[in-house]
C-alpha cells in the first residue's frame, strides 16, 4: 500500500508540474461532461412535461369538439356520398350525444359535456373578463380537479339549474382578494350566481394546447350545465332571429354581451348545443377502439355531416414524448462524443509526456521500479487528469442547465443519475485511453532510456 501511495504522489507531482499543459488536456473531458449533463437536463424537463400534460388532460380521455362544415369541400368533390352528407341536417354536439355515448358504450367510464361563454364577471365593485363554463360533476373526476373549499354541485342544483357557481383560484385572487368567497355572489354576463366552492390552484405550464384538452381551470367560473342553458342560451332551441338569419355568435342579454364559439373558436358555427365532449375510458388499451366507436354512433346521430372532430390528448403525447425521446437520444450521443475526444486528447497528450520523460522512466527502473509501477505511474496521472476534469464539467453542467432554462425558459432537470453516469464515464475514458501511454511507458527498455536525451 506504502507503494502504491508513493507512486501515486510521483503522478501528482508530474500532474501539478505541468499544470497548463494538464487543464488543456482535461478541456475536452470537462466540455463533454457538461454537455452530457445539460443535454440529459433538457430531457428529463421535456420527459417532464409531458407527464405534466398528461396529468392535466386526465388519464384515458376522449375530446370530442365540434368544427365548422365546409360545404364549398363536399361541392367541389364529385363523390355523391359527399354530397349528400353536406346537404344532410344535423343538430350538432348536444347534450344527447353525451348521454348516448354514456348509456350506450360500455368501456366509458364517464361523460363530461361543456358549455363555455365569454363574459365579463364583476363582484364587489371589481370587474374582470373570463369563461363561464356550464358543466356536470364529471367534469372534476375527468380533469382530476378538486375543491379547496366548499361544496360540488349537489343533484337538486344540477336537475333545477340553480343559480350557483364554483371559482377557479385564479379569478377568485382576482374578485375576492381580501375577502372569503363562499357565499358571495358574482355577476356573470347579467346572472347573479352563488358561489358555492373554491378550486384548488392547477398550474398551468404556459402553451399548453386547447387542443388537447388543456384550458386555464384557475381562470374560469363554474357552474351546472343546465344552469347555463335555461339561464343564459341554450343554442339547440330555434329562436326567430335564427329563423331570419341573425344568428352572429353573440347573445345580448339586457346591459349585458357575450360571445360564444363553437368547437374550434369560430363563431361562424353556433349550432352546437355544447362546445365539448370529454369521455373518460376506463383502461387504456380499450381508448382506440373506444374512440372508432364514438366516430361511427356520432356520424350515424349526426346524419353523415362531418361536424365533429375527436382528439385523442393520451396518443398525441405519447407521440410527442417518442419524437422528444428519438431527439434527446440523438443529443446525448452528440454529447458523448465530446467525451470519446476528451479521451483521445488525454491519449496524444500522455503519449507524447512519455517521449519527454523517457529518462525519468529508466532511472525509476534502474532504481527498482517495476513495470506494473510504471504503468500505474502514467494511469494514474491519465485518471487523475480525466477525474479532475469531470468535477469541473459536473459544476460546469449544471450552471449550463440553470443558464439553459433563464434564456431560453426550457425547462431542465438535472438527476443524479445523468450526474454520476457522465462522472462516471469520465473515469472510464481516463483509464481506457491513458492505458496505451502506459503500456508503451512501461515497456521502454532501461538501459535505452537512460542514454536518451
Known amino acids: 500500500m506504502e507503494r502504491k501511495l508513493y507512486i501515486l504522489t510521483i503522478a501528482l507531482e508530474a500532474v501539478f508540474a505541468n499544470r497548463f499543459r494538464s487543464m488543456l488536456t482535461a478541456l475536452g473531458i470537462i466540455f463533454g461532461v457538461a454537455a452530457v449533463i445539460a443535454m440529459l437536463a433538457i430531457g428529463n424537463g421535456a420527459r417532464q412535461e409531458i407527464l405534466d400534460q398528461m396529468k392535466l388532460v386526465g388519464v384515458n380521455n376522449i375530446i370530442i369538439v365540434p368544427k365548422v362544415q365546409k360545404q364549398s369541400a363536399a361541392k367541389e368533390n364529385g363523390d355523391e356520398k359527399g354530397k349528400q352528407a353536406s346537404n344532410a341536417n344535423s343538430s350538432g354536439l348536444s347534450l344527447s350525444d353525451a348521454e348516448s355515448i354514456q348509456q350506450i358504450i360500455p368501456s366509458v367510464e364517464s361523460v363530461s359535456p361543456e358549455v363555455v361563454y365569454e363574459t365579463t364577471v364583476i363582484a364587489d365593485g371589481i370587474s374582470t373578463y373570463g369563461k363561464v363554463s356550464g358543466v356536470t360533476p364529471g367534469f372534476f373526476d375527468v380533469f382530476n380537479l378538486s375543491l379547496e373549499r366548499g361544496e360540488m354541485f349537489n343533484?337538486?342544483?344540477?336537475?333545477?339549474?340553480?343559480?350557483v357557481c364554483i371559482l377557479g383560484s385564479?379569478?377568485?385572487?382576482?374578485?375576492?382578494p381580501n375577502t372569503d368567497a363562499l357565499g358571495k355572489y358574482v355577476k356573470c354576463g347579467n346572472v347573479w350566481l352563488k358561489v358555492t366552492g373554491i378550486l384548488e390552484n392547477r398550474a398551468i405550464a404556459e402553451g399548453m394546447s386547447e387542443n388537447m384538452g388543456i384550458s386555464d381551470y384557475n381562470n374560469q367560473v363554474y357552474a351546472p350545465i343546465q344552469t347555463i342553458l335555461l339561464r343564459y342560451r341554450d343554442r339547440s332551441v330555434i329562436t326567430t332571429s335564427m329563423v331570419r338569419g341573425g344568428n352572429s355568435g353573440v347573445v345580448v342579454m339586457g346591459d349585458a354581451m357575450m360571445s360564444f364559439s363553437g368547437g374550434d373558436g369560430s363563431d361562424e358555427d353556433a349550432s352546437n348545443q355544447v362546445d365539448k365532449i370529454v369521455v373518460k375510458v376506463k383502461e387504456t388499451n380499450m381508448i382506440p377502439q373506444t374512440s372508432e366507436v364514438i366516430q361511427?354512433?356520432?356520424?350515424?346521430?349526426?346524419s353523415g355531416v362531418?361536424?365533429?372532430?375527436?382528439?385523442?390528448?393520451?396518443?398525441?403525447?405519447?407521440?410527442?414524448q417518442r419524437t422528444k425521446d428519438i431527439f434527446n437520444i440523438v443529443l446525448g450521443a452528440i454529447a458523448s462524443i465530446s467525451l470519446i475526444v476528451g479521451g483521445i486528447g488525454i491519449m496524444n497528450i500522455m503519449l507524447a509526456s512519455v517521449m519527454e520523460r523517457t529518462k525519468e522512466i529508466g532511472i525509476r527502473m534502474a532504481t527498482g521500479a517495476t513495470r506494473r509501477d510504471v504503468v500505474f505511474q502514467f494511469l494514474s496521472e491519465a485518471t487523475m487528469i480525466s477525474l479532475s476534469g469531470g468535477i469541473i464539467g459536473v459544476f460546469l453542467g449544471l450552471a449550463l442547465a440553470r443558464?439553459?432554462?433563464e434564456l431560453t425558459g426550457i425547462l431542465t432537470i438535472v438527476s443524479l443519475s445523468s450526474v454520476f453516469i457522465s462522472f462516471g464515464v469520465s473515469a472510464a475514458v481516463g483509464i481506457l485511453f491513458g492505458y496505451m501511454p502506459a503500456r508503451k511507458a512501461a515497456l521502454q527498455d532501461p538501459v535505452t532510456s537512460l542514454r536518451y536525451e
Open 403 to 405: 443558464i439553459i432554462t
Open 306 to 320: 362531418d361536424d365533429f372532430e375527436i382528439k385523442v390528448p393520451e396518443l398525441l403525447l405519447k407521440q410527442e
Open 155 to 163: 343533484l337538486e342544483q344540477l336537475r333545477f339549474g340553480k343559480a
Open 296 to 302: 361511427r354512433m356520432l356520424a350515424r346521430r349526426h
Open 170 to 176: 385564479g379569478i377568485k385572487a382576482r374578485l375576492f
